[in-house]
């Protein structure tokens, strides 16, 4: 698919979103022989699904909503993408403490049991109620906990994900429009015309036969100001926060905590610098009604307080606001099932298609996790098989990921290191997490650090930084440091202003 002179281009779907959901739906049309452009207004995971707990899991607490179907899905899925993704995807075992405030012990471990039950044929490890007297797990908490339940889920690298759906879409012939906004979306005669406007107004035309809306929190105003359609879903917009404390205890297991609200919220382990060694520990998230423009969020005081709290009633060791090193926030776009508390919404995706006398179809996505992007995905293209008969069936659950050609991560760390045996240890752990087998197409035929150019500070230099920029639509420092990498925990502002000029010099 060539961009004409006159800015214009022909194809048979436009996705308008570059988050999970609609780069994930890109990649699957795009395996099924549809050409594909896709816009994102911003940058790839620059909204949502950047900001997410990163976990690939089932939702222990959608139980008790029994939301029995979402959680099936999801566990079946964790298990799919695991394989499919061994770079940016790895198993968490989770420590639930027992408090008095929270349902009777047996009644646990019947969830847990469930949990365990609907995610069939599993490769993690199955639940269990354990002590936490004298145990690792317990030692770091405060006395009162004597009993609790280990079980197991997946952490995922979101923001790195989406950029592999979109690598992986490209290389399928996708076009890739970024920063590209759809400000406009009419039917004329047999197409869909759109207009797509870069940050400087630059006009591009895409004339299309379908158009898969996956704009996430903008879902609703793009249906109502883009396409001028009407719509008979809505959507919650739930804001969720996140706070980053340098390591709060030892060991690679995550800790899931209720509060006496009934909220939960996660302490993960963050910023991992070998396969069981983490800096960081990540909390989130808090549950709050949303009302106004999603872009840009941050965590207000109040929030900061209420997780700190909230970890000081389960850990010895506490934390204030002055602990916290980085924090991010975001807004989940939930279908609207008219619940009152921001906690019980479905997290179940909805999709709504609309046509005109069976043509000229558009499809708009509500709701959604990123454990369900590939499901949804292939829910999506599924439904748009009508308009385009001679398309293939969905293969995204046997293809590997950008980078996951490989069985395991360790087989990933092992040819890095026969590859590259100068690599330091923590560096070639970054390299294997961020890139996977990817990496070699980021080191080349480097022999030495000699051959990696300037270093920007912690491992990170100049060889990376010009891969990212070509292949991975980085223009500027917060997509390098907070979206295609977290390398923001570890550089000082001297050294993220030295990037700042470098970007004003060379873009
Ligand atoms: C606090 C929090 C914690 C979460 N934790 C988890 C978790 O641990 N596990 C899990 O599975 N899920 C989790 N989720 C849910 C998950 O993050 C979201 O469901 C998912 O990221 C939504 O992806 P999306 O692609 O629909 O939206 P987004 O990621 O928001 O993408 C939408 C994109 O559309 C673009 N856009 C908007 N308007 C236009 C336009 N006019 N033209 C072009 N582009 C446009 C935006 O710039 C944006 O990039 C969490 C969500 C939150 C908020």
């Known amino acids: 698919?060539?961009?004409?002179?006159?800015?214009?281009?022909?194809?048979?779907?436009?996705?308008?979103?570059?988050?999970?959901?609609?780069?994930?739906?890109?990649?699957?049309?795009?395996?099924?022989g549809l050409s594909v452009v896709l816009c994102e207004a911003k940058d790839l995971a620059s909204a949502t699904s950047s900001a997410s707990s990163k976990l690939v899991h089932g939702g222990l607490r959608y139980l008790e909503q029994y939301e029995f179907k979402l959680v099936k899905e999801a566990l079946k899925e964790r298990e799919i993408l695991l394989k499919k993704a061994p770079h940016i995807i790895h198993p968490l075992r989770f420590i639930l403490p027992h408090a008095k405030h929270l349902r009777p012990v047996w009644m646990i471990r019947i969830g847990m049991f469930l949990y365990d039950f609907l995610a069939g044929k599993m490769s993690l490890k199955k639940s269990q109620k354990i002590s936490l007297v004298g145990s690792k797990e317990g030692q770091?908490?405060?006395?009162?906990?004597?009993?609790?339940?280990?079980?197991?889920?997946c952490r995922i690298d979101d923001s790195r994900m989406v950029v592999f759906n979109t690598i992986e879409a490209k290389d399928n012939g996708a076009k890739i429009l970024i920063p590209y906004r759809c400000v406009e979306a009419k039917r004329q005669g047999k197409k869909w015309q759109v207009k797509l406007l870069d940050n400087s107004n630059k006009e591009v035309l895409v004339n299309a036969k379908a158009i898969v809306n996956a704009g996430g929190p903008w879902v609703a105003n793009i249906i109502d100001d883009v396409l001028e359609t009407n719509s008979k879903s809505g959507v919650r917009l739930i804001k969720g926060s996140h706070i980053v404390v340098p390591k709060l205890y030892n060991g690679d297991h995550a800790y899931i905590l209720q509060n006496k609200d009934g909220r939960i919220v996660f302490a993960l382990p963050y910023g991992f610098v070998s396969e069981h060694e983490n800096e960081f520990t990540l909390i989130g998230t808090t549950d709050l009604n949303y009302e106004g423009d999603p872009r840009d969020i941050e965590i207000s005081e109040e929030e900061t307080d209420y997780l700190c709290k909230l970890i000081n009633g389960y850990f010895k060791k506490h934390i204030s606001s002055q602990d916290v090193i980085w924090s991010y926030a975001g807004v989940r776009p939930l279908y609207d099932d008219h619940s009152v508390d921001p906690s019980k919404i479905t997290r179940e995706y909805h999709l709504e298609l609309e046509d005109q006398n069976g043509k000229l179809p558009v499809l708009s996505v509500f709701g959604g996790k990123v454990t369900t992007y590939r499901t949804l995905s292939q829910h999506v293209v599924d439904k748009l098989k009508p308009y385009f008969p001679n398309m293939g069936s969905c293969v995204t659950d046997r293809v590997p990921t950008a980078g996951g050609n490989a069985h395991s991560f360790s087989e990933i760390m092992q040819q890095l290191k026969k590859t590259y045996p100068w690599l330091e240890a923590k560096h070639a752990y970054r390299f294997a997490a961020s890139y996977g087998m990817k990496s070699f197409d980021v080191l080349t035929d480097a022999k030495s650090y000699d051959d990696l150019g300037r270093c920007f500070g912690y491992n990170f230099y100049q060889k990376e930084l010009e891969y990212l920029v070509k292949e991975e639509w980085v223009t500027d420092v917060d997509a390098l440091i907070w979206r295609r990498s977290k390398l923001g925990l570890w550089l000082t502002k001297e050294q993220v202003a030295a990037l700042e000029a470098w970007f004003m010099r060379d873009l």
């Open 1 to 32: 698919m060539q961009l004409q002179e006159n800015n214009e281009m022909e194809t048979d779907l436009l996705v308008i979103g570059g988050g999970i959901n609609g780069t994930g739906i890109a990649l699957d049309a795009s395996l099924r």
């Open 140 to 153: 770091q908490l405060v006395d009162e906990f004597k009993v609790g339940f280990a079980y197991s889920d």
